[in-house]
């Protein structure tokens, strides 16, 4: 007999809906993509690498804004919280400078080196970093705008968190806008599948890392968003999510793309013609 780990579920169905590798036939070919186009606006843009936000070793960022007063545009990867860095995460910039967007690649350390806390206490580092070095940096501190995918997406709504906000004497509206693709936003379930081999969550460590159990920075404005291919416990954690916002009182649209995996989804973002970019953008500048 199969053991049921969670809301009657085994063992291995968690699995494989957290599986995210599963869902295409080579991930390589996207997480080559990253790096490629990254390192090609590393080449071509004008802008600041591996920035101290703090002391760690793995608190860094690159930074690339087009004109002063420009509206920021902070990406945070995925990996799962144990893959990848900021140097596959600034693929966007190319595109987004050419409309006037500035971007920012957040770096943090990865398990199971250092705890969930850990790595949220770094993202949300690096946010007031970049908030209170707005003016040396050049861009618009009342425009910063908030992106991660997967595991990135989870620690996104982390900066959505009004009574983190709060404490660290950030305005309410800090963050102008949040895109989250294919995020994670209660993490109880990854308690029981193959995702705490290198996380090792407790229970309570689960839930006060969990964006569905945290109030939402009041009027937030988020983009929720997955891919077509996207397993159905990635497409409900979204939808989930979605509606924890509303009734929080947040502006909330809700998509599925389609034509996409939990890979290429935030490489529309490189393209100035795909629907995703022109959404995010028009959110950025346009407010909507």
Not at 32 to 52: F, H, I, K, P
Not at 169 to 190: I, K, R, W
Not at 207 to 226: E, T, W
């Amino acid at each position: 007999m199969t053991a049921r780990t969670h809301s009657g579920i085994d063992r291995q169905a968690l699995d494989r809906e957290f599986f995210a590798r599963g869902t295409v036939p080579d991930v390589d070919i996207f997480i080559d993509a990253y790096a490629r186009l990254s390192r090609a606006a590393r080449q071509t843009l004008r802008g600041e690498v591996d920035v101290a936000y703090g002391e760690g070793a793995d608190e860094t960022l690159d930074i690339f804004v087009p004109a002063p007063g420009a509206p920021l545009f902070i990406f945070i990867h995925g990996g799962f919280w144990r893959a990848l860095s900021k140097d596959e995460s600034s693929f966007m910039a190319p595109a987004f400078a050419q409309a006037g967007i500035g971007v920012a690649a957040i770096n943090y350390s990865l398990a199971p080196s250092v705890s969930i806390d850990e790595i949220v206490r770094q993202t949300r580092l690096a946010f007031v970093w970049l908030w209170h070095n707005a003016e040396r940096l050049g861009f618009d501190r009342s425009r910063i705008h908030i992106c991660g995918s997967s595991a990135g997406g989870h620690l996104a709504a982390m900066l959505l968190d009004g009574t983190w906000l709060e404490s660290v004497s950030l305005p309410h509206n800090a963050v102008a806008s949040a895109t989250l693709f294919s995020g994670l936003f209660d993490l109880e379930p990854l308690r029981h599948c193959h995702v705490n081999d290198w996380m090792n969550f407790d229970k309570a460590q689960a839930k006060r890392n969990s964006p569905i159990h945290l109030p939402v920075q009041a009027g937030a404005m988020l983009h929720v968003a997955y891919a077509e291919t996207d397993t159905e416990a990635f497409k409900c954690q979204s939808r989930t999510y979605a509606r924890h916002c509303v009734d929080a009182g947040a502006r909330v649209t809700c998509a599925e793309y389609a034509n996409t995996n939990h890979f290429d989804i935030v490489l529309k973002l490189a393209e100035a013609g795909t629907t995703v970019f022109r959404h995010v953008t028009r959110q950025i500048l346009d407010g909507q």
